[in-house]
């Protein structure tokens, strides 16, 4: 019995992995909520740190470098240790789900905010030149010229940062997020049976990652390559 | 002489450790047609940017129109000017860069109408007509809904030019506007500009390696080397009696094909 | 108790993560050629299994590999009647190192693939043999190309070794847990580990900075 | 493995799940509390010198056995049916009650196991104790159930609050209540009745199945240990009562793997 | 007249949809320099390119030096050319790209050397020795410890020809050599083909811009178009007077740029 479903360990290994889908499909739909939120959080702590990076003023982008530095140079594990166990001493007390998530959030914060920084460098510079010597203003320039040629490149980076998001949630079983891997790993400490549950994790993960590989390329495919059109 | 339309005085210029222009002094009058030339690397782009104030000057003075264009009076004072008056001073100039730099997610009618709607305060109606007047005038009229990567590169480069005329500019620089063409197409890049360098109010400043075109279209040649003019006339002075060994030396192998042809 | 002396049951961590990041970096690095190549190998076999090895270490949770090579591979042995129990370190040795080789092998296809076509046709046009190609005239104007990549891959290697700490190996990850069951001194501990961490990654950043420099010499115009 | 195989190494592997009292590993890497001090000295008497140590989670230690990642667990683990079906145990070297972590001063008023069945209030278990089997069977339903890693989160998760309490064996309980001002074993506890029966469990050391033959000439030595002083000196130093020794003997491995 | 070098017949090379070389049909005597001008996309390169085993054909037959190209004899019967067969054709050719192509990670001496080296056997001693001797022949013979960056485009392609003649070609195919040059540079490696021209063993097949330059050196122009030979003739025939329409259309363009210079 786990969650109020029970499986059937006698029937032999078919039965069983058919009797502990269930199971691993609610833990599943944790692993995509976890992920989900994580995305949403390095989302938009990512622009902030990139906005950060890239401001005029040394004294504020140079720590955020060294901010994002050091997120990006120290293990998923260890931040969310520091989050699930520190902060509370501190008067900050999370659930694990929103430990983890904000944990996961965090560290991609990191990889999103160059994301950003890359897809906006990546419209030319010729293009905000030329927008110069046309005597747009500067706010034009971004909203006009730079952003719709930037975010059809930098959605698609986004996507496949989803995509890592989701196979780092595992991490978070250390702190008893019942996520797919915690799921299996209690199966096997129950039934003594590791090789079903884990195997059936490795294959379910396969196909999540494939299909929202397969998700992002068809958006990268979609999305048009010279820009968001503008008639 | 008119008072100059464009004045750089000893204007330096550095990056990092290398002196691109060094002490330029220079004059451009208005209506004058005037072509830079002179070897890679040797400051040409960085007088044009430099103009266009998308580079900034380490000394000197530039005036453009009369006022000064890096700088400003503020309480009588000359300040470094700020992004207003810098603004104000572009609007004197249209740049024609060599890559094109068309808007590649917009149309061509939206990429002239955006700077006249947006910077001049044009209606959307008005732009549109004044689109189609300078579409015409590059004889792309039929072409303005398509986005620039559906056109040749000489036709690209023909709207670039009318984005840039569209402003209405009293100035238009140019650099290298056919180097990055394929040799048939820069026929026609080549014969809209020889049509507006007929326009006697333009001023026209232009840096290009077409040495035939330079000295068609050109009222006054000036060879750059190392950030300074070395050698500067009209086209035939210039090119025919060159005094300078350098410039002799780098109108050698400009030379040596029309040399050929003669033999032929 | 003092965080100092939280240092040399930590350093005696931090020694193991260190040997593991090494012997998995390596064993990666060989990994990334052998399917990086693979991929672009003209035998259809040999690219079909590059692409599915790739296609799974990239497509699975590394922590799922891990805790399927120490718990789950066992049983199948036992159930094959062959003995596949690894030993914690050659578990997480080979966790880890598939895992980056899979994304390196990508940086090496890329960087192969960026080698611009001309200089084939160029070596081809000398008379070279495809495999000549390869390994004088493509791989090592690839390699620098390769380098950046692997210097993140390899920092990223760094910050996956805290992961066998839950397999029982004693990294600098584990010690600190050890130490945090006896004091429960959340906070200096947690903050020792990121420092600790953090600084590792930045001497293997430069360490890779420096490597990169001397196989990219030609690029920099040096002689 | 035989005991002349592991003779012939000259070395024993020993797992620990790092529990303190029962088995854990101190600042300086060595191996602690009854069970490893037991282990060491019965595996002297058995002729092995030289001991492995390695520290595991409480969950890896059964599928450590079986895949004979270890020779031998001393976790002083509770000797359940099921558990026996999975692998060899010794003869008891302790016997233990149950306890409850909570936060200090016992907000919620916790003082049995049973008081989780109804409401709202969470109780944390390690993953792998056998405490879910008693939770479960005194009706305390999944959603009031929260699994932790291990000891050492213990405290954290009761006092922020994230769990009301942690149910543990008794001497674990008083073990992390010493270590943290923010928490306290609940006073006034009463023993789970299970099957009615008191819930009371025998901590032994633990063999892979096929290891018949150490089992027996370790429960030999263990059983020539347990009647010294020195045995009731390790106990008593890691805190065990005088009716916790006692107890240790009225079990045999026999009678618990048959129940 | 000797037997052919070289003899393309009925040669047909598609890409996709496009037939790019339509049943052409070429021959090259043994020692002839020959110039292939043309427009763009007219299957200049592709012909080079097919001669050095870079592209495939469709259909119709290569010969080179009296042997198949693309085809070789087993048990009497021609089948398509394996590896072996096309690496021993590719023996009597060397190419100049318009990109130089050098090889960026070894040196100027390294660049030469590494494929009589590895491809012919030679000994390090011996094809040192050579690389010396053709690097004094294309005036660069103190600059082969440089790596490709540190030279100039014009001393790139140098190299890249005293390369290709390291292997001791009988034919050479130049593609463009000077269209990647600027300007200044062009002259120095139209000195060293003209230079080569003149050794009469040598076969050379060259597709130019350089119109004056291609008069100079060939003994035979051909004009491509569309896949086809269109025309040719002797350098003195085929510019001063063009018979085919689609030639004066093409030649127009190119006599334009000289007669702007006969203004001066
Ligand atoms: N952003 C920059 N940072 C550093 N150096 C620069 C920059 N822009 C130009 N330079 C240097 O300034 C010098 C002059 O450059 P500039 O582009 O004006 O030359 P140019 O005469 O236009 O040459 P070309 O014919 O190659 O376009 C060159 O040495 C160039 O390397
Ligand atoms: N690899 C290829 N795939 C598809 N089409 C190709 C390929 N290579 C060449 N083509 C096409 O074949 C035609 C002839 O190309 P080729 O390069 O021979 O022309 P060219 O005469 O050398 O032109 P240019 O003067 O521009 O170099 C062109 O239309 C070109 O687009
Ligand atoms: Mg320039
Ligand atoms: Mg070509």
Redesign the interface.
């Known amino acids: 019995?786990?969650?109020?479903i029970s499986w059937n360990l006698d029937g032999g290994n078919w039965l069983f992995a058919w009797s502990i889908l269930p199971i691993l499909l609610r833990g599943l739909l944790v692993t995509v909520q976890a992920a989900a939120l994580g995305f949403v959080v390095a989302a938009i702590l990512g622009l902030l740190l990139a906005a950060l990076k890239g401001a005029q003023s040394r004294w504020v982008s140079w720590p955020a470098k060294a901010l994002s530095e050091?997120i990006?140079?120290?293990?998923?594990?260890?931040?969310l240790?520091?989050l699930?166990?520190?902060l509370?001493?501190y008067g900050i007390?999370l659930?694990?789900f929103l430990t983890g998530a904000l944990a996961l959030g965090i560290q991609y914060s990191a990889y999103t905010s160059e994301v950003y920084r890359a897809g906006l460098e990546s419209v030319?510079k010729?293009?905000a030149?030329?927008?110069?010597?046309?005597?747009?203003?500067?706010l034009?320039i971004f909203a006009?010229?730079v952003l719709?040629?930037a975010i059809p490149r930098i959605i698609p980076a986004l996507g496949n940062y989803l995509v890592s998001i989701?196979?780092?949630?595992?991490?978070l079983?250390?702190?008893?997020v019942?996520e797919m891997?915690?799921v299996?790993?209690?199966i096997?400490?129950r039934s003594?049976?590791?090789?079903i549950p884990?195997?059936m994790?490795?294959a379910l993960?396969?196909v999540l990652?494939?299909a929202s590989?397969a998700g992002v390329r068809y958006l990268d495919n979609r999305l048009?390559k010279?820009?968001?059109?503008?008639? | 002489m008119n008072e100059p339309i464009i004045k750089l005085e000893k204007v330096v210029k550095r990056f990092g450790d290398t002196t691109v222009l060094n002490e330029l002094d220079f004059e451009v009058q208005p209506g004058e047609k005037v072509t830079i030339i002179g070897p890679s690397g040797s400051g040409k782009s960085t007088v044009l940017r430099i103009l266009?104030?998308?580079e900034g000057i380490d000394s000197g003075m530039i005036y453009v129109a009369g006022q000064p264009l890096w700088h400003e009076y503020k309480n009588d004072a000359l300040v470094p000017a700020g992004?207003a008056h810098l603004?104000n001073m572009?609007?004197h100039?249209?740049?024609v860069?060599q890559?094109f730099?068309?808007?590649?997610?917009?149309?061509v009618?939206?990429n002239i109408t955006?700077?006249p709607v947006?910077?001049l305060g044009l209606s959307k109606h008005e732009a549109r007509q004044r689109a189609e007047e300078y579409l015409e005038l590059v004889g792309l009229a039929d072409q303005a809904?398509k986005?620039?990567?559906q056109l040749s590169g000489g036709q690209q480069q023909r709207v670039?030019i009318a984005?840039?005329l569209a402003?209405r500019p009293r100035i238009m620089l140019f650099d290298e506007p056919t180097s990055a063409l394929d040799p048939e197409l820069v026929g026609e890049v080549l014969s809209v500009i020889q049509r507006l360098s007929q326009e006697h109010d333009l001023t026209m400043l232009l840096v290009t390696h077409e040495m035939q075109f330079a000295q068609q279209i050109s009222d006054r040649v000036c060879f750059f080397d190392k950030g300074v003019i070395v050698e500067q006339g009209t086209p035939e002075t210039l090119f025919a009696n060159p005094v300078e060994p350098r410039t002799r030396e780098f109108l050698k192998g400009v030379t040596l094909e029309a040399t050929v042809e003669q033999d032929a | 108790m003092e965080w100092l002396d939280y240092l040399p049951p930590l350093m005696k961590g931090a020694w193991v993560t260190v040997q593991l990041a090494v012997y998995s970096t390596v064993l990666g690095g060989i990994f990334s050629f052998a399917f990086g190549m693979g991929k672009l190998a003209s035998n259809r076999a040999l690219r079909a299994f590059s692409i599915a090895v790739i296609?799974?270490f990239?497509?699975?949770?590394?922590?799922?590999?891990l805790?399927?090579l120490y718990?789950?591979l066992p049983?199948?042995g036992q159930?094959l009647g062959v003995d596949l129990r690894l030993p914690p370190v050659l578990a997480g040795v080979l966790a880890l190192s598939l895992n980056i080789g899979a994304y390196g092998a990508e940086v090496v296809r890329g960087a192969l693939q960026a080698v611009p076509r001309e200089q084939t046709e160029a070596a081809q046009a000398l008379d070279f043999t495809p495999r000549q190609i390869l390994w004088r005239i493509r791989l090592p104007q690839a390699v620098p190309e390769m380098m950046p990549s692997f210097g993140n891959l390899a920092?990223q290697n760094l910050?996956?070794?805290?992961?066998v700490?839950?397999v029982g190996l004693s990294d600098l990850?584990f010690r600190?847990e050890q130490i945090?069951n006896i004091t429960q001194d959340?906070?200096t501990i947690?903050?020792l580990?990121?420092l600790m961490?953090?600084g590792m990654?930045?001497v293997l950043?430069l360490c890779m900075k420096l490597l990169e420099r001397s196989v990219g010499r030609w690029r920099s115009g040096g002689t | 493995a035989t005991l002349q195989q592991i003779k012939d190494k000259g070395v024993v592997r020993i797992a620990i799940a790092n529990e303190i009292p029962y088995g854990y590993s101190g600042l300086d890497g060595k191996a602690k509390g009854i069970g490893p001090d037991v282990a060491q000295q019965v595996m002297k008497q058995l002729g092995v010198k030289k001991i492995e140590w390695s520290t595991t989670g409480f969950?890896s230690l059964?599928?450590g056995l079986?895949a004979h990642r270890f020779d031998m667990v001393a976790a002083e683990m509770a000797i359940l049916p099921q558990r026996c079906q999975?692998v060899l145990f010794s003869d008891p070297n302790s016997s233990y009650g149950e306890g409850l972590l909570v936060a200090k001063g016992n907000p919620d008023k916790l003082h049995s196991f049973e008081q989780f069945s109804q409401g709202q209030a969470k109780v944390a278990i390690m993953?792998?104790a056998d405490q879910l089997e008693m939770l479960?069977a005194l009706g305390v339903p999944?959603s009031n159930i929260?699994?932790?890693?291990s000891n050492a989160?213990a405290i954290?998760t009761v006092?922020?609050?994230?769990a009301s309490a942690y149910a543990a064996t008794s001497l674990t309980v008083s073990q992390l209540a010493g270590k943290s001002p923010r928490v306290e074993a609940a006073s006034d506890f009463s023993d789970p009745v299970v099957h009615g029966q008191p819930v009371r469990s025998w901590g032994a050391f633990a063999f892979a199945k096929d290891s018949q033959e150490l089992r027996d000439a370790f429960n030999a030595e263990l059983a020539k240990f347990k009647s010294t002083p020195a045995w009731r000196k390790i106990m008593a130093q890691y805190g065990f009562s005088d009716a916790d020794m006692k107890a240790s003997f009225d079990k045999k491995e026999s009678q618990l793997c048959a129940q």
């Open positions: 019995m786990l969650f109020g050091f990006r140079d120290t293990p998923l594990l260890v931040q240790f520091f699930y166990y520190v509370p001493d007390v659930p694990a030319l010729g293009q030149e030329a927008a110069r010597a046309l005597d747009l203003t500067p034009r006009v010229i719709p040629q989701m196979k780092d949630v595992p991490v079983s250390v702190v008893s019942l891997l915690n299996a790993k209690i096997g400490d003594f049976n590791y090789l884990l195997s994790v490795g993960y396969l990652t494939l590989s048009p010279q820009g968001l059109p503008l008639r | 266009m104030t998308l992004e603004r572009r609007k100039m249209g740049m860069f890559q730099n068309l808007f590649p997610h917009m149309t009618r939206r955006e700077a947006h910077v809904d986005f620039p990567r670039a984005r840039a402003m | 296609e799974f990239r497509g699975t949770s590394l922590l799922v590999q805790f399927w718990f789950a049983l199948l159930s920092v910050k996956d070794t805290a992961l700490s839950l990850a600190a945090r959340n906070t947690y903050t580990l990121l961490y953090f990654a930045l950043t | 969950s059964i599928p079986k999975q993953a792998g479960q999944q929260l699994t932790i890693a989160d954290s006092s922020t609050g994230r």
